[in-house]
């Protein structure tokens, strides 16, 4: 891996070899989060604009990506999801323009398939058989269809609580599932101790370095997509802060190499009942010694008391001068009917939350009438069909009942124009 040239700890700056560390700085345990640092110069003479078209899917950036050339990967086609414009969303909050990268269309239906894709080809550079991760339920799916789709076996730990879809995803894929009758910061630890001791790989978001270098393949797609300028402002829904880690990672990447010419803004969004992220941006708080914090939000792919990646997604933000904004349960509920029906895209609660997000940044200033902006639908609408339900509810919708033989078809056809109940 000579286009590797170390890793290097976010706390105390010091360099390990990859072959050296496998997840966190030695001296630093669990808070020892490592980045992954490339040779741009060596990877610019190998890899362009042009040879990154030649393939399919997130291995397309394979040059860019901490794997050997013959590294196996899954065989599913992940990444290449579509990016839709969606004129109706940018008038509706008022900027130049709003882009949808909808990340549903993955093969186990989230954005989470890129990073579980990530772990199973660097637990095949390992030769280690099992893999686990902690999840609300996204990781969890994808970890276990990546590891479906190669044989291998996977180790999944999962509050109880997880919607029935994601669950049902699990069992699916044949996963061994641990149901944690606890919240998903309880699940982690419980899924770090069993790979401790029985020698698993580990999947973990923040404590696994390469899950970033998986998620920030989504962001090289989109500024492929809008032939390689960046857009002003990414929102993005923000649980752990690996996702938004990875956007920022990405951008560096592209920036280090040339291929974009100015950074976005990254713009973070929280429920209000899991912010622990956006209260340190608001107050100035060090997040590696805040403590963790309850929560409570309907959008469970984005509740995290602790968030693993904090300090990766901190600087995410403060580095490119964008902002956290905190949403309500409500607005994210609006937000599945107001996407879906406002481009044709439809997302789970926290995918939604970028969009709820968006419209809060606009209220506050953080982005304004000229930016060019990209929401992430991180994951499927179809991941949680009782919050959709109750958005589409709230906001209102067209729906009549007729008898089979028809007799009061008329009459029905006649109440639905009339946009009836
Ligand atoms: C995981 C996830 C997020 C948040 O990502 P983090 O890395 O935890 O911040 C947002 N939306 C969906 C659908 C997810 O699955
Ligand atoms: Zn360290």
Redesign the pocket.
């Known amino acids: 891996m000579d286009h590797i040239l170390h890793l290097r700890c976010l706390l105390c700056g010091k360099e390990h070899r990859p072959e050296d560390v496998a997840y966190v700085c030695p001296d630093h345990g669990v808070e020892g989060v490592l980045d992954v640092v490339y040779d741009y110069d060596l990877i610019r003479r190998r890899v362009t604009p042009e040879s990154v078209r030649d393939g399919a899917g997130m291995w397309r950036f394979r040059g860019l990506l901490p794997v050997e050339t013959e590294t196996p990967v899954p065989p599913l086609l992940v990444g290449d999801t579509p990016i839709v414009d969606a004129p109706r969303l940018a008038a509706a909050v008022g900027v130049a323009r709003v882009w949808v990268k909808d990340e549903g269309r993955q093969p186990t239906a989230?954005?989470?398939d890129r990073a579980s894709a990530m772990a199973v080809a660097k637990a095949a550079e390992r030769g280690v058989e099992t893999i686990t991760t902690a999840s609300?339920?996204?990781?969890a799916a994808a970890l276990a269809g990546m590891c479906a789709a190669s044989a291998v076996r996977a180790v999944i730990f999962v509050p109880a609580s997880a919607p029935p879809a994601k669950l049902a995803q699990l069992h699916a894929f044949g996963a061994a599932v641990v149901l944690v009758e606890g919240s998903y910061d309880q699940a982690v630890l419980l899924s770090m101790a069993a790979a401790e001791r029985r020698g698993w790989y580990n999947r973990n978001?923040g404590f696994n370095p390469y899950m970033t270098e998986g998620?920030k393949t989504v962001v090289y797609e989109i500024c492929e997509a809008l032939g390689w300028q960046a857009p002003d402002v990414i929102t993005?829904?923000?649980?752990?802060?690996?996702?938004?880690?990875?956007l920022h990672k990405g951008l560096r990447d592209l920036f280090a190499m040339g291929w974009i010419d100015r950074m976005p803004r990254l713009v973070g969004v929280q429920a209000e009942g899991s912010a622990f992220l956006a209260d340190a941006w608001r107050f100035g708080e060090d997040v590696v010694t805040k403590p963790a914090i309850a929560t409570h939000t309907v959008a469970d792919?984005?509740a995290?008391g602790l968030?693993r990646?904090r300090v990766k997604?901190m600087a995410a933000v403060r580095d490119t001068g964008g902002g956290f904004v905190t949403v309500s349960d409500d607005e994210i509920l609006a937000a599945i009917p107001a996407v879906a029906r406002g481009c044709g895209v439809f997302g789970?609660p926290?995918?939604a939350?970028s969009w709820a997000g968006l419209v809060a940044a606009v209220q506050s200033g953080v982005v304004g009438r000229g930016d060019r902006v990209v929401i992430m639908n991180?994951?499927s609408g179809l991941?949680d069909v009782a919050a959709a339900s109750r958005g589409a509810e709230a906001a209102g919708t067209t729906a009549v009942r007729v008898r089979p033989d028809g007799r009061d078809l008329d009459e029905a056809l006649d109440r639905l124009e009339m946009g009836a109940r």
């Open positions: 989230s954005l989470k609300t339920g996204n990781a978001t998620k993005v829904g923000v649980g752990d802060g690996c996702i938004i880690g990875g792919s984005i995290a968030p990646d997604a789970e926290a995918a939350a991180t994951g991941k």
